[in-house]
């Protein structure tokens, strides 16, 4: 949570601004040490016209990447805060295991920057859903708190129960694609309570990780069944790791 200007002084005097990494002097109460910002790996372009895959810096600009070739996505984009590595990997544990949720402001300031300037006051933000048994055991979603502020930042609707997870499913590391399939079949759905604000909008699907991709294709694949104009998927951390080798 920011803190506002008028408290910041005593905020400072109180609690010493810290890096919520490791714990290195600050001169604020928000942000990373030097030596932590140099951890996390940016992606930047050129990068695939579908999907945002970072490439090579001599890649060709207008490039599609093969997995966009060989399988095409249904969204308009991949905004993606850094590419997981040691350094994101951290942030993402210490925000969604350590329960330090203050850090949602600046996992969503790193996704933002990523966000193409027309993603604006027009468009919804909807989390990636979680069954309402992780909920009660972790106490919180995430995605939903990096969707409310990336929604405040881009002055734009916030649909925090825009998906519903009607299912509990089991973690997808390890699957193959048929089985990640089966395994989310009839797993997520639009809120029959949003369908008209879904219908016919923009919208940002956010999560914090992106791995295979199982989920939000899910996700997406209901949002465009409600009847949403368009997605695009924002993330926090995106696992590529072929992607680092040009980082």
Not at 61 to 79: F, V, W
Not at 142 to 167: I, Y
Not at 202 to 211: A, G, M, S, Y
Request: glycine share 8%.
């Amino acid at each position: 949570m920011q803190v506002p200007a008028v408290l910041a002084p005593v905020v400072d005097l109180v609690f010493p601004p810290r890096c919520p990494l490791c714990g290195a002097a600050l001169v604020a109460q928000s942000g990373l040490c030097a030596g932590c910002w140099a951890e996390l790996a940016i992606p930047g372009e050129p990068s695939c016209v579908s999907c945002q895959r970072p490439f090579p810096a001599d890649a060709a600009s207008g490039t599609i990447c093969a997995p966009c070739l060989a399988n095409p996505p249904r969204h308009k984009g991949i905004a993606a805060g850094t590419l997981y590595n040691d350094g994101s990997r951290k942030l993402v544990l210490a925000f969604k295991h350590g329960h330090r949720i203050a850090l949602a402001g600046l996992l969503a300031r790193l996704i933002a920057a990523r966000l193409p300037p027309e993603v604006d006051g027009d468009w919804r933000f909807v989390p990636v859903p979680l069954h309402r048994w992780r909920i009660w055991s972790r106490g919180f979603n995430q995605s939903a708190l990096l969707a409310k502020e990336l929604a405040k930042d881009r002055r734009a609707h916030l649909l925090v129960d825009g998906l519903l997870r009607r299912k509990s499913t089991p973690m997808l590391g390890g699957m193959g694609r048929k089985a990640r399939a089966r395994s989310l079949a009839g797993a997520i759905l639009a809120n029959p309570r949003r369908l008209a604000e879904i219908r016919g909008a923009r919208i940002v699907l956010v999560d914090d990780v992106l791995t295979s991709g199982a989920t939000t294709d899910a996700c997406v694949a209901a949002l465009l069944r409600a009847g949403a104009a368009e997605v695009r998927i924002a993330c926090f951390a995106r696992v590529l790791d072929e992607a680092l080798m040009h980082t």
